[in-house]
């Protein structure tokens, strides 16, 4: 934190008390970044920048939102009718929605794949799983809010679930939505806490940065950087190339907002909700659908709910499941097979979640859960063990700057 | 590049699948080339009028639309004095005046659209049990909504041999289940249209959907013309930032 002296003077008069230039400086400007990140590495600053949309969206439509059960479905066309540009500011926030999961989604796949949850940053690993659980909770929130169809029953079906808690569910069900069935109360509580958790979200991304800048970036070879030449600083070499990804990003997200903003969203939503009618067929939203396949896979409503919850913090234990010392996909080559396996099983649970729980989407429900336990639990562990890595090579400055001296490194190692 | 590929076509999948699965399969939808679809994709006022012409004098006698307002007519095309005309037509309540009476007064193109029943309850004794659905949204609380509006309309037969119709329900190939509350609403001729527009069946039912769209999204027409502004100013800037690293990054390569 020392050493760097400014030399604008008010800047030095303020960074002399509070460190905050200093701290900018180190953190995001000198920061020594890996020279060889590929573009896989453009996700995490791509989904702050998604979180930030978020947040102001978000801010101002709360100033149009009233949340009523006789007012928020029509708050919420007053927006997109009469409020200036509110139909941007809607859609901007509900495609952000969906593009916050495409986004984080990329991110952790990204982590599976180079082995960036392995020592020494399981800690950054189980902050970006909390990041996960507070997204998937503050989004499951926002779509109760504009009070159609899709939302009412959404949170029934969603509350519903800890009923299946033994002895207490049912009283943690009617302590949740504030009354006996999904209300007013549960609206109210909801947009207060839809309004808290992107906050909370914040700070848990903070820490996460925090723990990421501590043991700093991995990279696609996943060997530790040896020394300045290996790295680079993070301005001009990743402002510039995150900033390029925004653009690409903004390209994608906003055709869905200008062309297509209801693609991701259900038809019955713009129906007011209706406790009297039942919708023929409750879907979530489409990030949360592989873990309703999970729910669904399980004939006892308890055993479903504890193997959805299951598979999220499952990742928690990823670190130790995987025995493997080697960290990039790269230099595995059954888990490189194996990884896109996985892939494919969590693209199948998300298909049949979206599909009526008969016949054999039924069956192919529960071989592709099985599958996802399967891999973390047997596989994960058993190819630390069988698998025969590929040799690595001795450093990142090596293969990016000689590419035929590297190769005759790594068959030498 | 792979795997963000088929990440999107993941998520695209599973939309379209439960997108599927919400048409219920044996729903006839007749496909339809819409004005607005695309991305240079508007309105055609004119025909927004005669659809407005369409629901003010058959659907609006059962069907409320509740979220729009008469002035919203002026993006129509209807002048200010015609949409005061049509305001008047109906009667609100208002007040209370001095007296502290609520009275009647004709509507003004600030109120909304005046619901033809006072209550659901009231609209169902008039239709047989059945409530007709408010319309302000009906294109996108449906699933290919115009398409499915069009297809209801004009889908109307008589019952296959063997199929069994209950009492005063209505054979219909779009509706889900197949049997519908509301009869055929729509017969060649049954408007005279002021543009001189051939007012068959057909036409007619294009004319209300479009309007209904437009109801629905009364936005689409800025939406898409920022859209591509927005999209043309997002590609340049995008390729001077691709430039712009490759620049920088020469070095490092």
């Known amino acids: 934190m020392s050493g760097h002296t400014f030399q604008n003077k008010a800047i030095r008069w303020i960074d002399e008390r509070m460190p905050i230039f200093t701290v900018m400086q180190h953190s995001a400007i000198d920061y020594p970044t890996p020279k060889n990140l590929n573009y896989w590495w453009n996700f995490g600053s791509l989904a702050l920048f998604v979180l930030v949309i978020m947040l102001m969206t978000g801010i101002f439509l709360a100033m149009s939102y009233t949340p ?3 007012y928020a479905f029509t708050s919420v066309e007053r927006i997109m009718r009469d409020v200036n540009y509110g139909w941007l500011l809607r859609y901007l926030h509900m495609n952000g929605a969906s593009m916050f999961f495409i986004v984080v989604y990329i991110h952790i796949f990204r982590g599976l794949y180079y082995g960036s949850y392995k020592a020494p940053r399981e800690l950054l690993w189980w902050l970006g799983i909390v990041i996960l659980l507070v997204m998937m909770a503050t989004a499951f929130m926002g779509y109760v809010l504009p009070w159609g169809q899709m939302s009412f029953w959404g949170a029934t079906v969603i509350t519903n679930l800890f009923s299946a808690i033994p002895l207490v569910g049912e009283d943690i069900v009617t302590w949740l939505w504030g009354g006996f069935s999904v209300d007013n109360p549960t609206l109210n509580r909801f947009f ?6 992107p906050f909370v979200l914040v700070a848990v991304v903070f820490l996460h940065l925090w723990a990421l800048h501590t043991t700093k970036s991995g990279n696609p070879l996943g060997i530790d950087v040896k020394g300045p030449q290996d790295t680079i600083p993070f301005h001009p070499y990743y402002t510039i190339k995150d900033l390029f ?3 690409v990003f903004l390209l994608f997200y906003l055709f869905f907002v200008f062309y297509a903003p209801n693609f991701f969203g259900e038809p019955d939503n713009y129906i007011p909700a209706n406790p009297l009618v039942t919708p023929p067929h409750i879907v979530p939203e489409w990030y949360f659908l592989p873990f309703y396949a999970i729910l669904r896979a399980v004939p006892d409503k308890l055993g479903g709910v504890v193997l959805m919850f299951g598979s999220i913090l499952i990742l928690f234990a990823l670190p130790w499941l995987d025995r493997s010392r080697v960290r990039s996909a790269r230099f595995r080559p059954i888990y490189k097979q194996v990884f896109w396996l996985f892939l494919i099983d969590c693209i199948v649970l998300g298909y049949i979640g979206a599909k009526p729980p008969e016949g054999a989407f039924i069956t192919i429900g529960r071989i592709a859960t099985a599958y996802y336990f399967a891999h973390f639990l047997i596989v994960m562990p058993l190819l630390g063990r069988l698998e025969k890595p590929r040799p690595v090579p001795q450093s990142i400055s090596a293969p990016v700057l000689k590419p035929a001296a590297a190769t005759a490194q790594m068959e030498k190692v | 590049m792979r ?12 939309a379209a699948s439960t997108a599927a699965l919400a048409a219920g399969g044996d729903q006839q939808i007749t496909d339809v080339d819409w004005s607005w679809e695309g991305i240079f994709g508007s309105y055609d006022h004119a025909q927004l009028r005669r659809g ?3 629901y003010r004098e058959i659907c609006g006698n059962c069907h409320s639309m509740n979220l729009i307002y008469y002035r919203n007519l002026q993006q129509i095309g209807l002048t200010e004095d015609q949409v005061k005309e049509v305001a008047a037509e109906k009667e609100v309540e208002d007040g209370p005046n001095d007296d502290g009476e609520m009275f009647m007064r004709p509507a003004l193109p600030s109120d909304h659209f005046v619901a033809p029943f006072p209550n659901d309850q009231a609209a169902r004794v008039a239709n047989n049990g059945a409530l007709p659905p408010d319309l302000s949204l009906m294109t996108k609380a449906r699933l290919k909504g115009p398409d499915y509006v069009y297809s209801l309309m004009t889908g109307y037969q008589d019952p296959p041999e063997g199929v069994e119709v ?3 329900m209505n054979y219909n190939v779009a509706f889900p289940g197949h049997q519908i509350a509301m009869a055929p609403q729509i017969f060649d001729e049954m408007v005279t249209y002021e543009d001189g527009t ?7 039912t294009k004319d209300v959907v479009a309007f209904l769209n437009w109801a629905a999204e009364p936005e689409l027409e800025q939406r898409k013309s920022m859209g591509l502004k927005t999209m043309l100013f997002l590609i340049v800037l995008t390729a001077m930032f691709f430039a712009l690293k490759r620049r920088i990054w020469a070095a490092v390569h």
Do not use: P, R, S
């Not at chain 1, 207060?192 to 958790?197: C, D, Q």
């Open chain 2, 166 to 168: 209950a009492e005063g």
């Open chain 1, 192 to 197: 207060a806490l839809h309004y808290l958790l």
């Open chain 2, 3 to 14: 795997k963000f590929i088929i990440g999107t076509l993941a998520a695209a999948g599973m």
């Open chain 1, 68 to 70: 009523h059960v006789d």
């Open chain 2, 52 to 54: 407005f012409q369409v």
């Open chain 2, 198 to 204: 051939q007012a068959t069946a057909d036409q007619i």
């Open chain 1, 245 to 247: 990804g925004v653009g």
